[in-house]
Structures are given as C-alpha cells and as structure tokens.
C-alpha cells in the first residue's frame, strides 16, 4: 500500500502530486486494471507473445536505425 507523510507546512496539492508518484512507482494502479476482468490463460499467453514480438520488432528497428 502507497503512503505518503505530510511535511510540515506542505500544502494538499503537493502532498497529493507525491501520493500519485507512489502510487504510480508501486503499480497499484495497473494491477488493478489487470485483475479487473477475468483472463483466460489462453489469453494471456497470445497477449504476452504479441507484446514480446512488439518489443522485438522496435529493438530490431533501433539496431538498424544505429548501424545505417
């Protein structure tokens, strides 16, 4: 669970702005959106396949984008 102190004086908006950052930096927030419905295991297999030949084919374009 994020938390966050207040300081002495700080004002709401301030305190709010490093509540979010915490909250942010833990994943709470895409966690949740991940839990929200049910996934098949199927699913989450063709997901995870589709998001690693995603993240192959931009490293595959940066190496050519540096050697040419």
Do not use: H, S
């Given at each position: 669970?994020?938390?966050?102190?207040?300081?002495?004086?700080e004002d709401f908006e301030r305190l709010l702005?490093?509540?979010?950052?915490?909250?942010?930096?833990?994943?709470?927030?895409s966690e949740l959106k991940k839990r929200e419905f049910y996934e098949k295991p199927s699913e989450r297999k063709k997901r995870r396949l589709k998001a690693a030949r995603r993240r192959a084919l931009k490293k595959a374009r940066k190496e050519k984008m540096m050697q040419g």
């Open positions: 669970m994020a938390e966050v102190k207040a300081l002495d004086g702005k490093r509540f979010k950052k915490e909250v942010e930096k833990a994943g709470i927030l």
